[in-house]
């Protein structure tokens, strides 16, 4: 049975349980990016819910900010191996999200979109239940650009790279389908805890 930590927030005395395997700390807050960082407009912002090919819902920035926000402290874990605790973010849970779209459960994977064209899959299970959100703010503040603003997916118990940035979409799927990096040799998955790095971890 592995310790995740899910107590002691604001003791930041004790770590222990709190690194995954393989994982260091680190105080900053590294950016990583395969490309170009986008640049969107509050103006130009929209977010789209889509069943298979069929988008069911679409907000603009005013109305996607005027969906309940949730704040969470959650630790992060970037598979370059750094791991980042008691990081702040406040946003729109997924179910809520999904609630003023009138969707349940319409299919179980999702492929989240962002506006540089990345993508990446995660099973439904695993952006309910208050474990996942589409973030607006980090640390009190707008989330900066390169850290994936206007609004970036965030999934923190799995590696980082779930956690899209400049998200524009989230997609239902039949399958799970593989995502960018999932493409590129890394994890369908992605369990920090198991080491879910490679394909084949
Ligand atoms: N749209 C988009 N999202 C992305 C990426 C990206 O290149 N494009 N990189 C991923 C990777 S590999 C990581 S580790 C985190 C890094 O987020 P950060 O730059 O805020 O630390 O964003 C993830 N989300
Ligand atoms: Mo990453």
């Known amino acids: 049975m ?5 107590t002691g927030r604001g003791s930041s005395g004790d770590q222990s349980g709190r690194i995954p395997p393989g994982q260091h700390l680190v105080e900053n807050f590294p950016v990583l990016t395969a490309g170009p960082t986008p640049n969107v407009e509050l103006a130009d912002w929209k ?13 603009n920035w005013s109305e996607f900010n005027a969906l309940p926000k949730t704040k969470v402290t959650k630790d992060i874990h970037c598979v370059t191996s750094w791991s980042k605790l008691d990081t702040i973010w406040e946003g729109v ?13 319409p299919t179980d994977f999702v492929l989240a979109h962002s506006y540089d064209d990345y993508s990446t899959n995660v ?35 799995l590696y ?7 998200v524009k979409a989230l997609q239902f799927t039949t399958r799970d389908e593989a ?7 890394y994890h369908i998955y992605g369990d ?4 879910q790095r490679y394909t084949d971890d």
């Open 2 to 6: 592995v310790t995740r930590g899910f």
């Open 47 to 59: 977010f789209t819910v889509k069943v298979g090919p069929k988008p069911v819902k679409v907000w």
């Open 93 to 105: 849970l997924i179910e809520d999200i999904l609630a003023d779209a009138g969707l349940d459960r």
């Open 123 to 157: 099973p439904l299970a695993d952006l309910l239940s208050g474990k996942a959100m589409v973030a607006l703010k980090f640390a009190g503040q707008p989330i900066t650009r390169d850290h994936g603003g206007p609004a970036r997916l965030l999934v923190p118990h």
């Open 160 to 166: 980082f790279w779930k956690s899209a940035k400049w």
């Open 179 to 185: 995502g960018f990096w999932e493409l590129r040799g």
């Open 192 to 195: 920090p805890w198991r080491e």
